[in-house]
């Protein structure tokens, strides 16, 4: 599903050709016990689905895309919820034509490489439902 190498709290994490990306990266941490993360990357990807909150309704809006694109910016954090990896990802996905898409990442598949980097921070990070927002937010104990 994945390779990696590690370098203190640092790992360079290589997700395999046509796997879901989001799906390796929790995988990963859970295996390695990131409770509290951050995590960067590239990729070159086939599809990608994205998440829309409309913060008047707090109504999820999903959107796939099928079609080749160069994942440039991959950004998030690790934390959990409900003792479970818990991961707050967002991309920017250029199209062939170069323009750009992107937002808050739910699934994307590898189609080429991904390539990321993880860091741990020795801490624990949860989450909780904010009524307000509609979204799961930070819980520090
Ligand atoms: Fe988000």
Do not use: W
């Not at 993360?37 to 689905?49: D, E, H, L, P």
């Not at 994205?50 to 913060?55: A, E, S, T």
């Not at 008047?56 to 003792?83: C, H, P, R």
Request: aromatic share 12%; glycine share 10%.
């Amino acid at each position: 599903m994945y390779k990696f190498t590690q370098a203190g709290d640092r790992y360079v994490l290589s997700i395999d050709n046509h796997q879901e990306m989001m799906g390796a990266l929790a995988a990963f941490c859970k295996e390695q016990g990131i409770r509290c993360g951050a995590v960067y990357g590239i990729g070159a990807v086939c599809n990608a689905t994205f998440r829309f909150l409309d913060p008047a309704t707090k109504k999820y809006v999903d959107k796939t895309f099928e079609e080749q694109m160069e994942l440039t910016a991959i950004t998030g954090n690790i934390s959990e919820k409900d003792g479970e990896v818990y991961l707050h990802v967002h991309v920017t996905a250029s199209r062939r034509d170069y323009t750009c898409i992107g937002g808050h990442l739910l699934r994307t598949q590898v189609n080429g490489a991904c390539e990321l980097v993880v860091e741990r921070f020795e801490a624990a990070a949860g989450r909780y439902f904010d009524e307000e927002t509609g979204l799961n937010l930070y819980k520090f104990d």
